[in-house]
């Protein structure tokens, strides 16, 4: 063992120690009883179980108690709900001795490995929650059974910039085949760290049995029994060494090229480890392993990943500004002024997770019945994919409906308006709300650019207005962007914050400023793009100019996805706000007037290049810039809009900045969102004089 209890404790003094402790447990059928090793930390299912170092060192002590007794077989097992999940990442943000590090990254090899080796069967019942570390240890076992209702199945490393690092890169490829270990480790991971259903788990061959949860240990016990004794021999998969594993690594480095673009040190590692483990040698591949480990947790772009992390599962629970939520109301119904696309998809949620009546309106029938029929329709979808039950179906559907009078409003504590993006139409809308509603409901605004002080500014109860800001695809961004304008109460601000956490989304306050956080940063870089290409850059230069950073898109892409009519909307409120900084590109308009969506088109090939007809219409000077160049400008401009927000108080710190692109633009966690970045690349000093963040903070340790 590396760590000794005291060195364990002083690498990580403040570390949520997982305990594990050994009993002997007897079986119906083999002569010796079988060495039971249960992990625990002291809390309950909302701290799941961790490794740091005194983790580490408590299952050693475990596993040599274990195999003192000479047992029939060895299992480990995790308290109620939770397996494990993996490494102590808040330890890893204070280790600033690469040392350190490099002893981090054998200790978990060492003491995984000590059950892979073993001479006495080791079985892992996988009871629930399991990620990174923690799988990394049931695929240390020879035999794993899993609870059928664990929530979280996952290597989520890649996601943070990581890799699986205790042993998952040599394992898993040669249990379940190199293709399949690609889509855990990799490809689901950059798809916003998807998780396995406990169905996927079983067929990819990544756990042996599942098993009921009501007696998920006796059950797996018996199951253990059998196969000690030999009444059940679990088959194992012949792995293809040769052509197979060639196609997985070439699947891999593709996903990894497209979704990175080669920033993400994590993940390129990620694929040379899978390349390696083809040898099946532990002894070459741990080595590997712990080499690259050391390396990348004394790395900036790691700590960026830590960062995100920790803005996610900590900041984004507890959002800065937030008044207390004792002053929240309660809301029994809801109302949605709009049946379009936008507001089919609000009624949606909102009648998902609230559970509570939700009306909508628009300006005839036809259009009510429309906005009605797609919420069935999705609901009906779900139902079709058993994400929820025919009675559940049921009472969803019966909670929605339509109505062309606003008096249906009368009863509602929450209603949203989803209509033109134009001040008129919204204070018009707003007017003729406030003489149906109750003098308490709240009256909420989707808009994704204009004042909402402006909007509340002729009512009577402008206070109860707020901004409720959501993001394209509804269902699939977690951001919310709650907008306090001049008049806004902390009663309305706190039932708006409140509804946000039952919706299942994350909340920012912000600032009642033109564009808010997302769409402001994004149009001021997409602002200097386009301006490049007007100046004479050809789009493929300036449109793949930022690719070094990994983002989920380009900005022409972008604008697709968004629309271009609502770019260019965006852009002229942001440029009647702030006209030295945010332009109107003609070429723009022109594109849009000419009804077109899309600057790039794709042939079968999946080859890219510009629209004919785009070329015709937009009318370029003679000055071109390189990549580097329109780079450059674009990050110099996003550093100076930061400060200018952060000056203006537009959210309370540089974090909120980075968390709301995270969330609601789906900027990379190794990224950090973009502060860290532009601090590590010194382009926060060029253009602003100073980092945003301090010393440390997602950064290693001086």
């Known amino acids: 063992m590396t760590f000794t209890p005291s060195q364990a404790k002083a690498a990580f003094p403040d570390e949520v120690v997982t305990t594990a402790v050994t009993r002997l447990v007897h079986v119906p059928g083999p002569a010796k009883p079988v060495a039971l090793v249960t992990l625990d930390n002291g809390h309950d299912h909302t701290r799941p179980s961790t490794f740091g170092p005194q983790g580490l060192a408590s299952l050693d002590a475990a596993l040599d108690e274990a195999f003192a007794a000479e047992p029939a077989a060895i299992a480990v097992t995790g308290k109620p709900f939770i397996f494990a999940v993996g490494a102590d ?42 990620m990174g570390g923690g799988l990394e240890l049931a695929l240390s076992c020879h035999y794993r059974t899993l609870s059928e209702n664990t929530a979280a199945i996952a290597f989520p490393e890649v996601f943070l910039g990581l890799f699986p690092g205790w042993g998952g890169t040599q394992l898993l490829p040669n249990l379940i085949g190199p293709d399949a270990a690609v889509t855990v480790i990799i490809e689901n991971a950059l798809n916003q760290n998807k998780m396995l259903s406990v169905a996927k788990a079983a067929e990819l061959g990544l756990v042996d049995e599942v098993l009921g949860s009501a007696d998920y240990l006796e059950q797996s016990l018996l199951w253990l029994a059998k196969v000690v004794n030999g009444e059940i021999t679990v088959p194992r998969q012949e792995i293809d060494r040769g052509a197979g594993w060639d196609a997985a690594i070439a699947r891999a480095k593709s996903i990894v090229d497209g979704r990175t673009h080669g920033a993400s040190p994590g993940a390129t590692k990620a694929v040379e480890l899978l390349e390696l483990a083809r040898a099946n040698d532990l002894d070459a591949g741990y080595a590997a392993e712990t080499d690259a480990l050391a390396e990348l947790l004394m790395s900036d772009t790691l700590r960026a990943g830590l960062y995100s992390f920790n803005l996610v599962n900590k900041r984004a629970k507890r959002p800065a500004g937030a008044p207390d939520k004792s002053l929240a109301r309660t809301v029994n119904k809801v109302g949605v002024v709009g049946a379009g696309l936008m507001a089919s998809q609000l009624a949606l949620l909102f009648v998902r997770r609230l559970k509570v009546p939700v009306v909508l309106t628009d300006v005839d029938q036809a259009r009510i019945d429309k906005g009605v029929s797609y919420v069935h329709g999705e609901i009906d979808k779900l139902l079709g994919k058993k994400r929820i039950s025919p009675d559940e179906a049921n009472r969803l559907k019966a909670l929605v409906s339509g109505s062309l009078d606003k008096a249906a409003f009368a009863d509602a504590d929450f209603v949203i308006e989803a209509v033109f993006e134009e001040m008129g139409v919204k204070q018009n809308v707003f007017g003729e709300l406030e003489s149906y509603v109750s003098p308490d409901a709240i009256l909420a605004t989707n808009t994704s650019s204009l004042s909402v002080s402006e909007m509340a500014s002729k009512l009577n109860h402008p206070e109860r207005v707020v901004g409720f800001h959501f993001f394209n695809p509804v269902a699939v961004l977690p951001l919310l962007e709650i ?8 009663a309305a601000l706190a039932t708006a914050f409140a509804v946000g956490k039952q919706l299942k989304k994350s909340s920012v306050l912000v600032k009642d400023a033109p564009a808010f956080v997302v769409n402001r940063l994004l149009l001021r870089f997409l602002g200097e793009v386009l301006t490049s290409i007007d100046e004479g ?46 332009r109107v590109s003609e070429n723009l308009k022109r594109f849009v007037d000419s009804g077109k969506t899309a600057v790039w088109q794709w042939d079968s090939a999946g080859n890219q290049q510009v629209d004919p007809e785009v070329v015709a219409l937009w009318q370029q000077g003679d000055k071109v810039s390189t990549a580097e160049e329109v780079r450059e400008r674009a990050l110099a401009a996003i550093a100076e809009e930061i400060k200018i927000m952060l000056d203006e108080g537009v959210v309370a710190q540089a974090q909120d900045i980075d968390l709301c692109l995270i969330l609601g633009a789906g900027w990379p966690f190794w990224l950090g969102g973009i502060t860290p970045y532009l601090d590590r690349t010194g382009i926060s000093a060029k253009v602003n004089g100073k980092p945003f963040l301090a010393p440390g903070v997602a950064s290693v340790p001086a």
Do not use: C, W, Y
């Open 537 to 582: 850059t050809p789009f493929e230069v300036a449109d793949h100019a930022l690719d070094p950073l990994g983002l989920p898109m380009s900005p022409l892409v972008l604008t697709q996805l968004v629309g271009p009519a609502i770019a260019l909307h965006v852009g002229e409120t942001l440029h009647a706000a702030f006209p030295g900084r945010f």
């Open 89 to 130: 990442l808040s330890g890893v943000e204070a280790v600033s001795d690469p040392a350190l590090a490099r002893e981090i990254a054998a200790t978990g090899h060492e003491v995984f490995r000590r059950l892979t080796d073993s001479k006495i069967p080791t079985f892992a019942f996988v009871n629930g929650a399991v």
């Open 483 to 490: 907008v306090r304008g001049e008049q806004t109460d902390d």
